[in-house]
């Protein structure tokens, strides 16, 4: 199963780099440790991991993946949990490992995921609102 949530905003007149950096600082209130990069030919890119939880329940190569891609007025933002990539900025050159950007996740990981990911996308809603 794959587990990703897209959700589209129009008319909102957002600077997507000035949201991406809005949404990374919210991540990283709530204690995700994050990496972002603005370089993609798909959008901006942003993992979160979650010391602790993240790794306990899911493995440790996972992150909870956030991708905005659009324009200003009309953009998506895709939620779902991602191969935890080291270095992203060097990843998100290479089309070959963004094609991988979700993974399929089984049915108890999916149940969890889906909770954090209506957490994390509620706060992305406010900031956009």
């Keep these: 199963m794959i587990s990703e949530k897209i959700v589209r905003f129009q008319n909102k007149n957002k600077d997507l780099n000035q949201l991406a950096q809005q949404i990374v600082t919210m991540l990283d ?27 306990d329940i899911i493995t440790a190569d996972r992150a909870f993946t956030i991708m905005i891609s659009g324009d200003s007025n009309d953009f998506a933002i895709h939620i779902g949990i991602g191969k935890l ?9 290479e089309a070959l490992l963004l094609s991988a950007l979700f993974l399929a996740v089984d049915i108890p990981e ?17 900031i956009i609102s």
């Excluded at 990539?85 to 050159?93: C, D, S, Y």
């Design 110 to 126: 999916m149940l969890w995921t889906r909770h954090v990911e209506g957490e994390i996308l509620k706060g992305i809603t406010q």
């Design 85 to 93: 990539v080291q270095n992203i900025a060097v990843a998100a050159a």
């Design 29 to 55: 209130q709530d204690g995700y440790k994050t990496q972002m990069t603005t370089n993609s030919p798909v959008g901006i890119i942003i993992q979160a991991t979650k010391a602790g939880i993240l790794r």
